[in-house]
Nanobody
Framework: QVQLVESGGGLVQAGGSLRLSCVAS????????MGWFRQCPGKEREFVAA????????YYADSVKGRFTISRDNAKNTVYLQMNNLKPEDTAVYYC????????????????WGQGTQVTVSS
């Protein structure tokens, strides 16, 4: 089973940027499709972005399209989420997930979450 450790969160002003990282272990990372999810205060966890194992396919939630970019470094077993032009509504705990079969877009498919990383965007 994949183990995931997220990092890179913090406090940033609206319009600022952050880059999140997620290091995976326990699996052949280069064979795993990876995704980012978030849980905003008082809301259910939701999909943010996903990237295929080879890095050729990406998929984004409409709310982050054009502002967030998902990427990966297979040599470092790491997936990134570059977040630009952050908005207060992006405030959430961000989690990553891995899937050997499909792009990770469905929250209910996963139950092996890391601790997440907190992102707070002030207005």
């Amino acid at each position: 089973q994949v183990q995931l450790v997220e990092s890179g969160g913090g406090l940033v002003q609206a319009g600022g940027s952050l880059r999140l990282s997620c290091v995976a272990s326990g699996v052949t990372f280069s064979s795993y499709n990876m995704g980012w999810f978030r849980q905003c205060p008082g809301k259910e966890r939701e999909f943010v972005a996903a990237l295929s194992w080879g890095g050729r396919r990406t998929y984004y939630a409409d709310s982050v399209k054009g502002r967030f970019t998902i990427s990966r470094d297979n040599a470092k077993n790491t997936v990134y989420l570059q977040m630009n032009n952050l908005k207060p509504e992006d405030t959430a705990v961000y989690y990553c997930a891995g899937d050997p079969d499909i792009l990770p877009t469905l929250v209910k498919r996963y139950d092996n979450w890391g601790q997440g990383t907190q992102v707070t965007v002030s207005s």
